[in-house]
């Protein structure tokens, strides 16, 4: 059987694939250990980073929390994959999964053809940012990046930038750009969501839940750690107090020079800068309405969609838009599981779907094949 990407889910379904002794292949397009933590920005320390739950059967231990998270969970995937001497194979890019002979699956990639009876998908969403489109954006003389482009604050030194989202990255981006750049304004669609007070296992089974009810609704699932909140840390209460989180609703389209809501134009008498509490030097009202925001740069930190469009000759998705998965089974398709998918799209969650997919697929290995 096949298993496609190394994150934390695809380690922890290889992990108890290799303990029941089920022979598979794991396939990752990365070009060494560390799932997509491997590509974020050094600035993303350890301690600064959502918790990252041990992998099952090895604990991460104690680690710097001042290190780049992207150089302490690399580390610790490949010792884990040392330890358990798991199959991985890299870089390798699945190409598609369609259907093979005698009831299997065949999965193409760039380096060669796997016949599988079961396929476990861990591609994650770090390879699919998503980019919203907006009337104008085209046109907008200055520089747009994605999340997955940021490298390090010191690019933003001097520059206006307009930062776009309301998720954990965006936060943590603003709060580094908003120290060196010349001004900062901070865009969201919907009121962004801050949590007081610790975190406990009601509200992230209730969080969980929230994205699981649309996944087996057939809906694209969402976000967990979006569904969480962000904390109240003391960094975030003092860039709250500083002005710098005063969040301004989407705007309305791009222009060459920035951003625009409402009837603003080019001469508009909105036009100005906005400094770093958002609310404009023009005097314009809070919710944006009539006014030119300038901008060097649009951070776009949008999020990501699940990495499936290798699945497509399989037709699983539902009219919903996503697939529907009950138990990390594919509904249209129970050969077909997908793990850090929808609910166990968290460190925790993966492990625990890499555990309960090996177990399906045991099962379904045990059954004769279809004729």
């Given at each position: ?11 922890s ?11 598979h292949?794991v396939?990752?397009r ?6 997509a ?8 320390t350890?301690?600064a980073a959502h918790?990252v ?5 090895l ?7 001042g290190r ?8 610790y995937?490949?010792?884990?994959e ?9 870089p ?8 093979g ?11 060669g ?7 476990v ?7 699919r940012p998503?980019?919203p489109?907006?009337?104008g ?5 200055g520089?747009?990046?994605h999340t997955?482009?940021?490298?390090r604050?010191e690019?933003?030194a001097g520059e206006?930038?307009?930062v776009?989202?309301?998720?954990a ?5 603003l709060?580094e750009i ?15 969501v801050?949590r007081?007070?610790?975190f406990?296992?009601?509200a ?5 839940a929230r ?6 609704a057939g809906?694209?699932?969402?976000s967990?750690?979006g ?13 709250m107090?500083?002005g ?30 906005v400094?770093?509490d958002?609310a ?9 309405a009539g006014?030119?925001?300038e901008?060097d740069?649009?951070l ?13 000759p399989?037709?699983?998705?539902e ?5 529907r998965v ?9 050969r077909?599981?997908?793990?850090g998918?929808g ?8 492990n625990r779907?890499g555990?309960t ?5 045991r ?9």
């Amino acid at each position: 059987m096949v298993v496609i990407g190394a994150g934390q889910a695809g380690l922890s379904t290889s992990h108890f694939l290799t303990r029941d002794g089920i022979d598979h292949v794991v396939l990752d397009r990365s070009p060494r250990p560390g799932g997509a933590w491997q590509f974020r920005w050094p600035s993303l320390t350890l301690g600064a980073a959502h918790r990252v739950h041990d992998l099952p059967g090895l604990p991460l231990g104690v680690a710097d929390t001042g290190r780049p998270s992207s150089e302490v969970v690399s580390e610790y995937f490949a010792a884990y994959e040392r330890a358990f001497g798991l199959p991985v194979r890299r870089p390798v890019e699945v190409r598609e999964v369609r259907e093979g002979r005698d009831g299997r699956l065949l999965v193409a990639s760039s380096d060669g053809e796997w016949s599988a009876r079961a396929l476990v998908n861990a591609t994650g969403t770090w390879d699919r940012p998503f980019w919203p489109r907006y009337p104008g954006q085209e046109t907008f003389r200055g520089r747009q990046l994605h999340t997955v482009g940021y490298t390090r604050k010191e690019d933003f030194a001097g520059e206006r930038v307009v930062v776009v989202g309301a998720g954990a990255s965006a936060i943590q981006l603003l709060l580094e750009i908003s120290q060196v750049a010349r001004s900062t304004a901070w865009v969201t669609r919907r009121p962004p969501v801050f949590r007081d007070g610790p975190f406990d296992q009601e509200a992230g089974r209730a969080a969980v839940a929230r994205v699981d009810a649309r996944v087996r609704a057939g809906l694209p699932p969402g976000s967990v750690v979006g569904a969480t909140g962000y904390p109240l840390t003391p960094e975030v209460r003092a860039a709250m107090a500083a002005g710098v989180l005063d969040r301004l609703p989407m705007f309305d389209r791009i222009v060459p020079e920035g951003v625009v809501w409402g009837d603003a134009g080019r001469d508009a008498v909105g036009r100005g800068d906005v400094g770093q509490d958002g609310a404009g030097q023009d005097g314009a009202g809070q919710d944006g309405a009539g006014r030119l925001v300038e901008a060097d740069t649009i951070l776009w930190a949008t999020g990501f969609r699940p990495v499936i469009g290798h699945l497509a000759p399989l037709r699983l998705r539902e009219p919903g838009g996503g697939i529907r998965v009950e138990d990390t089974v594919a509904v249209r398709d129970p050969r077909v599981h997908l793990v850090g998918y929808g609910p166990s799209a968290s460190t925790v969650g993966a492990n625990r779907a890499g555990r309960t997919a090996a177990r399906h697929i045991r099962r379904l290995l045990a059954e004769p094949l279809a004729a």
